[in-house]
């Protein structure tokens, strides 16, 4: 493995140049950053897995037009949220009543594994995951964005292109959605 | 009613603790995998793009083809000087003597 005090800058230079094996610890690097906002988008599982490598091979294919106008971490997650939105859209027009009814098998069959914490915070999982599950795409992205990757508004609005009164909207009404389904967890 | 403050304080760490969000391990072997693979479709899509091209130029070119073998035929002269088409009407081939014969003959026939 590379050494992990190259900085980023020497390793964007080396992959431009070919070098795979930098580009490979930029993704071990990174790859932290994008599974958070592509799980927290899309939720865990097969399909995050195939987006996140998606993030990566489209920051591979852009690697000469990157000069670091944004930081490397605000640009990945950048593409994983236009990745992701795209993945909604897929998921909307394709998603077949077949792979519902395996996620239903699966989790079931889980619930019968495990000690009681496992099964309560299984149970936690899927309360948000049900809740997050419920907003629209674009206020999904603003709650990824600033709950989950902690990012500021302003650093929201960048990543969304959008204005920071659009981040603030949006993210007031995710919150109200979500209020209702979250309550049995915010009384706990 | 909750503020919007409020609600983020209180929602923030529940949806961030709910769940561990990390790839399965090995996520960067399977990214370099891709990315390896897809270095060679472009080929790939080239030969689908030619044959493509192949198959919408395939029929033009056989037109052509024909079109131009017609007129090479048409051009030919057999041995009397009479062309492919001539000769395989029947014609007589087309000589001074046979102008005149044709000439007299219509003479003839106005004379009647």
Request: a negative charge; charged letters at 30%; aromatic letters at 4%.
């Amino acid at each position: 493995m590379m050494n992990d005090r190259i900085p980023d800058e020497d390793l964007l230079e080396r992959a431009r140049e070919g070098d795979q094996a930098a580009f490979r610890t930029l993704v071990e690097r990174y790859e932290h950053v994008v599974a958070a906002t592509v799980i927290g988008m899309l939720g865990p599982g097969a399909e995050a897995d195939d987006v996140g490598q998606e993030t990566f091979i489209s920051f591979y294919t852009a690697l000469k037009k990157f000069r670091g106008e944004a930081s490397l971490k605000t640009y990945l997650t950048r593409i994983a949220i236009n990745q992701s939105l795209n993945a909604l859209k897929r998921r909307k027009r394709f998603r077949s009543r077949h792979v519902e009814g395996e996620l239903i098998e699966t989790i079931e069959l889980d619930a019968g594994e495990g000690s009681a914490d496992r099964a309560e915070s299984r149970e936690v999982r899927e309360v948000v995951r049900s809740a997050i599950d419920r907003l629209a795409p674009k206020q999904r992205a603003v709650v990824t964005l600033r709950l989950i990757d902690g990012y500021s508004t302003r650093e929201t609005a960048e990543i969304l292109g959008v204005p920071e009164g659009t981040v603030l909207s949006r993210l007031s009404r995710a919150l109200k959605r979500l209020q209702p389904h979250l309550q049995p967890l915010m009384e706990a | 009613m909750m503020r919007d403050r409020d609600l983020l304080d209180t929602l923030g760490p529940i949806i961030r603790d709910a769940e561990d969000r990390r790839f399965e391990p090995g996520f960067s072997g399977r990214v370099m995998e891709r990315i390896r693979a897809e270095a060679e479709v472009p080929v790939i899509v080239l030969s689908r793009a030619l044959g493509r091209q192949f198959l919408r130029l395939a029929p033009i070119a056989a037109a052509v083809l024909v079109a131009l073998s017609a007129y090479s035929l048409l051009g030919l002269r057999t041995s009397s000087g009479q062309s492919m088409l001539e000769t395989a009407l029947g014609l007589e081939p087309l000589t001074v003597e046979t102008a005149y014969a044709l000439d007299q003959s219509l003479y003839a026939a106005d004379d009647e």
